[in-house]
């Protein structure tokens, strides 16, 4: 099944998204007293198990398999791994997780991979060597292979492919002319790409990049130019949030989270929307948004805890 722009979609009397997610202004004096109005973006209450970009990304993916078991990528703690599982339990579709680290398998499962398990994904745990090099043609025949599953329909590690971009482009699509600047968390660049694609001219989208490194400008082009043709839309990469790389989360962005949810009722995954959420209060301390500015921030996930709960249910 696909709607007119040639973007898959799954059949939504099996996974019932709540699209478009609410839009709703977060009244912070920290952003007023500069001029800034903040907007929440609120993709984590598109699904309960699909949380927010993973949605967007996994959707068109899901209609694209048409059935076929699906084989995924990622870390110890991936939301990606965790929002596959839970597709596949919800569609009633094999999956299989491959896990980054072959040390993994034989010790205890922590909360993320027990709840893919939970969920009826299969894990295969590879060392770091050969994950590296996952996208080669020859590795990946061999992993598949190596599964009992050479006809599986590949996802790459974070979701992140021409289908997964194609769909992000609703999230820009929802926001047209509803604020100057739309700001999100980035992973491997899938759902930027497509973002920025649906914005209205005059709009501009910033990336903030949660893994250090500097690759992600070159890789959100090369996302683009796979899925459009060609660059789209007017975005920027902000890589001075990272604080370390992935999973890096100090006492102080734990206390900037813990601020945030007092100020607006909103749990904060640490991982991506906390370093969004403090790179935007940085920025407008810095002057960075011109006073007038509307700046809307896109919830992409909600803390783990918050998931394991919906997924028991």
Not at 6 to 21: C, D, Y
Not at 142 to 171: H, K
Not at 207 to 215: C, H, I, N, S, T
Request: net charge positive; aromatic share 6%.
């Amino acid at each position: 099944m696909s709607d007119n722009d040639g973007v898959p979609r799954p059949p939504a009397a099996a996974l019932r998204p709540h699209l478009p997610s609410p839009l709703t202004e977060a009244d912070d004096d920290r952003f007023a007293r500069r001029g800034v109005r903040l907007l929440l973006k609120r993709d984590d209450l598109i699904h309960a198990d699909l949380v927010g970009n993973k949605w967007r990304k996994l959707a068109p993916n899901l209609a694209a398999a048409r059935g076929r078991a699906l084989l995924t990528f990622g870390g110890a703690y991936s939301n990606h791994l965790r929002a596959t599982a839970a597709a596949g339990r919800l569609l009633g579709l094999p999956t299989i997780g491959v896990v980054r680290g072959q040390e993994l398998a034989d010790r205890p499962r922590n909360p993320s991979l027990a709840r893919c398990v939970a969920d009826g994904m299969r894990l295969h745990f590879i060392d770091r060597s050969t994950y590296r090099d996952k996208s080669d043609p020859r590795v990946l025949a061999a992993l598949l292979d190596g599964v009992g599953a050479p006809d599986a329909f590949v996802v790459p590690e974070g979701g992140s492919n021409v289908l997964a971009v194609r769909g992000c482009a609703d999230l820009g699509r929802e926001l047209r002319g509803l604020a100057e600047v739309v700001a999100l968390a980035c992973g491997t660049g899938g759902t930027l790409a497509g973002l920025a694609a649906g914005l209205a001219p005059g709009q501009r989208a910033l990336g903030v990049a949660v893994l250090k490194g500097g690759f992600l400008t070159a890789d959100v082009r090369t996302l683009q130019e796979a899925a459009f043709g060609g660059p789209r839309g007017d975005w920027r990469i902000e890589d001075r949030f990272s604080f370390g790389g992935y999973a890096r989360v100090p006492a102080e962005l734990v206390a900037f989270a813990d601020d945030f949810e007092q100020r607006h009722g909103l749990a904060v995954e640490h991982l991506y929307v906390a370093k969004m959420l403090y790179a935007l209060h940085a920025l407008t301390e810095a002057g960075t948004f011109a006073p007038g500015t509307t700046v809307a921030a896109v919830i992409t996930g909600a803390p783990f805890a918050d998931v394991q709960s919906s997924t028991s249910r």
